[in-house]
């Protein structure tokens, strides 16, 4: 089928006579590397409505940032137009900047400053004048829940305190057009659905326009209109219901027989005409070709159920009609017929009364659990929940103040060093040496292992099939997309064939196919007997560990099954929470916050 941009509905119809905020006409942009030339944008056309709140949806590499930058004036076309507020970005870019808002990827906090001065100092860079900043900071501050900490320091705040901070400084100047560019990455659901009361509450109270982008495709939802790009093109647009109404009948979910859910999940991916199959709460979601398909997947799992589709399910159905093959980006072995949760298996990570002070900060308080051989076990908190203390803590980067905890029988209070021989690590920003290709970084994380010789060569030879580099072996880390490097990252982390690998928050930032590929690649790991721990801010992703343990405020809350923690968290018998469902009502409770 040939994607074509999906039909206003008349929830965005009454904007039609009104001018658009943003236009771009057949803009093209390219980009130039040494010798060679990466078109980012492909004459690409797209209307922002005023007072809308207009989403920019792709995958890795589709082309986002480079719109949201053209959007801004901080970059200009090399075809085409781009009119903001009917002025064109190519004759009056200072003009254009005047009147936007603009909070990249990485805002530019002043975490040595408090609150207030980061405040204060962005004041002054936008000439807010001095009679009008108090009342300004006070709504802004209220707001966003920021009023008890003006004193902290910004870098004492956690990830959502820090995202709402930058939306705050962006806005202390009312913009015409809200430029956000995933302002929602990388913080716990409690923060998000702050972030987006703020930025809800800005459009309707203010009448300001926003476009952003987003990793997280339920948050399509909450926009007027969608535009999605792949490879430098608009691939639709048009509201989160006409483009989800492409999917109608064709989603359905089911209960597996005789095999665990993972292994379910990835049996049903692989059959002809599953475009999309997925672990939600207590049954696998899937996204078929057509109806037909039922008869094809009776082995594997019970009848096909007719649910509701969802925006996720119509991108993913989007995206796979550009793909020849379909099944091409999801080499997947046979799964064996077992349940997934080794529960006979030893424990490799012991736990025991963990405890880490920080001053007369106390980030964790007493924990104790354990992890067994093979498990994929998920660590789950809200931003300063004491989740990431905890993970540095076992991975030997950060001593304990308090408490036992030992990885393969080595203990990380008094051998730390020798704990860390037997663990993989992979950080959420990837940690990758800038300057090194892709060959050099596997070959220093090798190295920095011992690996030598004719070992050193098998592993390199090794990461780069299995990871799918080869094509990219020569090229600088930084010049990667963002899904070649994580598969990077991951390669490195694995290089030593480790007991243990710990994934701090490895699939923030990047698309849902390549969440996909990513999780395929963990289950396979986990079934030769490496142990994972992850973290993770995607609440879906927890659905795929054999277990998930929930912290708030430095301690333990919950600790099972994603079965047993969705029915710890059901207030109805009756009711079918999701996993963020569960999550936030978890928090909620222990917080005394609302869920």
């Not at 808002?101 to 004048?129: A, C, H, I, K, W």
């Not at 057009?177 to 203010?206: C, F, H, M, N, Y």
């Not at 430098?232 to 979910?253: E, H």
Request: charged share 25%.
């Amino acid at each position: 089928m040939s994607p074509v941009a999906a039909p206003m509905d008349h929830e965005a119809s009454n904007t039609a006579d009104v001018a658009p905020v943003l236009e771009f006409k057949e803009v093209g942009k390219a980009f130039r590397n040494h010798h060679r030339i990466t078109d980012a944008l492909r004459s690409v056309s797209l209307i922002a409505q005023t007072g809308c709140i207009t989403g920019l949806i792709g995958p890795d590499g589709a082309g986002k940032t480079t719109t949201m930058r053209l959007a801004t004036g901080l970059l200009l076309p090399d075809q085409g137009r781009v009119v903001v507020c009917g002025t064109d970005t190519t004759e009056h870019s200072d003009a254009v900047r005047s009147f936007i808002g603009y909070m990249p990827q990485r805002f530019g906090l002043y975490e040595d400053l408090t609150v207030q001065e980061n405040l204060d100092l962005y004041s002054d860079l936008q000439d807010v004048p001095q009679d009008e900043r108090r009342s300004v900071f006070d709504t802004l501050l209220a707001m966003g829940g920021l009023a008890p900490f003006t004193t902290r320091l910004a870098g004492r705040l956690s990830g959502g305190m820090k995202q709402k901070l930058g939306l705050i400084c962006t806005l202390l100047r009312t913009p015409r057009l809200l430029v956000l560019d995933e302002p929602t990455v990388g913080v716990d659901p409690v923060s998000r659905r702050e972030l987006w009361a703020i930025i809800k509450q800005v459009s309707a109270e203010r009448g300001v326009s926003v476009l952003l982008s987003t990793a997280y495709l339920d948050e399509a939802d909450h926009c007027d209109t969608i535009v999605i790009l792949r490879e430098g093109s608009v691939l639709a647009s048009g509201t989160p219901k006409a483009l989800t109404a492409r999917v109608a009948g064709r989603t359905f979910k089911v209960h597996p027989r005789r095999v665990g859910d993972r292994e379910a999940q990835e049996a049903l991916s692989a059959r002809p005409g599953v475009l999309d199959a997925l672990l939600h709460g207590d049954h696998i979601r899937v996204v078929v070709d057509d109806q037909s398909v039922a008869t094809t997947v009776s082995d594997i799992a019970g009848p096909l159920e007719p649910v509701d589709p969802r925006f996720e399910d119509a991108f993913i159905d989007l995206l796979l009609t550009k793909v020849a093959d379909r099944h091409q980006h999801q080499p997947i072995p046979e799964p064996v017929a077992v349940s997934s949760a080794p529960t006979g298996a030893p424990e490799i990570i012991r736990v025991e009364s963990a405890t880490r002070d920080f001053d007369a900060f106390r980030a964790v308080d007493r924990v104790s659990f354990s992890v067994r051989r093979g498990e994929v076990f998920g660590l789950l908190g809200a931003n300063g929940a004491g989740k990431t203390t905890m993970f540095r803590m076992l991975c030997g980067l950060l001593k304990p103040s308090a408490g036992r905890l030992e990885v393969d029988g080595v203990s990380l209070r008094t051998a730390a060093a020798k704990a860390r021989a037997r663990i993989g690590y992979m950080s959420q920003g990837f940690a990758l040496y800038r300057e090194l290709t892709v060959t050099g970084n596997l070959r220093f994380f090798a190295g920095a292992y011992g690996l030598r010789g004719r070992r050193l060569r098998e592993r390199i030879a090794w990461a780069l099939e299995e990871f799918e580099l080869d094509a990219v072996s020569s090229m600088r880390s930084d010049r990667l997309s963002l899904g070649h490097k994580q598969r990077l990252a991951f390669a490195c982390a694995l290089m030593h064939e480790p007991s243990v690998l710990f994934l701090d928050e490895p699939t923030s930032g990047v698309d849902p196919l390549a969440r996909r590929e990513f999780w395929r690649r963990i289950n396979t790991i986990a079934r030769t007997g490496v142990t994972v721990l992850i973290t993770t801010h995607f609440m879906e992703e927890a659905e795929y560990c054999d277990r998930v343990m929930i912290m708030v405020s430095g301690r333990v809350v919950a600790l099972g099954s994603p079965a047993a923690i969705r029915e710890q968290a059901a207030l109805d018998p009756r009711a079918s929470p999701t996993m963020e469902d569960a999550f936030l009502a978890l928090v909620g409770a222990t917080s005394g916050a609302p869920a």
